[in-house]
T-cell receptor, first 113, second 107 residues
């Protein structure tokens, strides 16, 4: 089965803790993205990566970090510096040719207790 | 700055009552416009890509159209299973998503 997987589906964190969200794809896509979704708002871009070992900040990168050591994997770390981390996090990937479509994973819901 | 707005914010239809969702955009150099369907607690599911004004695409009860300033998602004779949030996105320099339209289709 080809697709994008995210884990865990639900994640609970205490204030002051860092947590890492997993995103894996077996679509052989070049580019990967992390978005945050809050109620009533559009998806907001956190980080993206067009190629292995390279990534760029999106619109709301503060308090987040990423790595891209393998083409298939793009984990997102939510650090304790992120002031309001409770949200639905979505990972996406695309071939990165022209206007190729982004395809999304199932999402991770992070709740800070 | 590229922008996307969607209207209405929410829409309630009776089963079989056709309607349209609007996506208005400003973008420098549109490379593609995308429609997605999102069910609660799930990731967006790709529906259509439109590349140039005048283009139309259809899938079952859905038809997407594109002009130079907006796109419409027409829903013909909707069923309760069409209830979802419909997201529009544009790709110019970057991907920009609209806030979505929450569609409820009542039996």
């Amino acid at each position: 089965d080809g697709g994008i997987t995210q884990s865990p589906k639900y994640l609970f964190r205490k204030e002051g803790q860092n947590v890492t969200l997993s995103c894996e794809q077996n679509l052989n896509h070049d580019a990967m993205y992390w978005y945050r979704q809050d109620p009533g708002q559009g998806l907001r871009l956190i980080y993206y990566s067009q190629i292995v070992n390279d990534f760029q900040k999106g619109d709301i990168a503060e308090g987040y970090s990423v790595s891209r050591e393998k083409k298939e994997s793009f984990p997102l770390t939510v650090t304790s510096a992120q002031k309001n981390p409770t949200a639905f996090y979505l990972c996406a990937s695309r071939l990165s040719r022209g206007a190729d479509t982004q395809y999304f994973g199932p999402g991770t819901r992070l709740t800070v207790l | 700055e590229d922008q996307v707005t969607q209207s209405p914010e929410a829409l309630r239809l009776q089963e079989g009552e056709s309607s349209s969702l609007n996506c208005s955009y400003t973008v420098s150099g549109l490379r593609g416009l995308f429609w997605y369907r999102q069910d609660p607690g799930k990731g967006p599911e790709f529906l259509f890509t439109l590349y140039s004004a005048g283009e139309e695409k259809e899938k079952e009860r859905l038809k997407a159209t594109l002009t130079k300033k907006e796109s419409f998602l027409h829903i013909t004779a909707p069923k309760p299973e069409d209830s979802a949030t419909y997201l529009c996105a544009v790709y110019g320099q970057n991907f920009v998503f609209g806030p979505g339209t929450r569609l409820s289709v009542l039996p």
